[in-house]
């Protein structure tokens, strides 16, 4: 059984979301065990069990995927009018948002954050792949923007990513970060010339000026976290997938 844990009460009512974990799937090797991506190397069967695994626990029998490029671009989710086969048709895009009950909307991550947004009245999801790169090209600004809705009825989560005593970065990220917001986040590092980024810190700072005020965090760190995939740790490795929903009344 997929390992699934759950942060539904964060959010709103209606709404359900969580995400997986590196337990319970049929990946092997470095993949082991529950990856949940086909664009990382592994056996692309093994893929299929753990997604297939996925929907079981979730109870969803429509799961979107994404090819994600650490960009802005931003599609909004309908249901789909025929059925459709899920690992031939992901878009290219790092965020998703929609108003129909019974889709989950899935992000990729080993270390980047998956940011999930619900309406607090439970009408509207979204949820963003977000790293340095996403936040400095916008996409926390587009995926607010498409959903439509007042900032101040949203509330946020970020789920598990790289924490700030495990993220040390150069100046080649430093430079081009947002300076107003980086200068609270960053600390210096262990080398010369280097710094410790608070990245989930980073993304709260965008949210807040989004106007969004309640923003929760799991407490999970990727990389210090062996049961979670972690980029930065292992190079060759998985992902967990996050995933939101609004629930079919
Ligand atoms: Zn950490």
Redesign the pocket.
Known sequence: MIDWIDATRELADGVRAGYTTRLGGASEGAYLSANMATHVGDVDADVRENRRRLHQITGLGDIRWLKQVHGSSVVKIEPHVDPVDDQCSALVADAQWTDSTGIGLAILSADCFPVVIADASGGVVGIAHCGWRGAVCGVLESLVAAMRLRSTSLNAWLGPG??K??YEVGPDVVERLNARISKNVLDAGPRRKHWLLDLPGYLEILLQELGIERIFRSPS?T??DEDLYSYRRDKVTGRVATIVWRETP
């Open positions: 790289i924490c005593q495990c760190c990389y210090q």
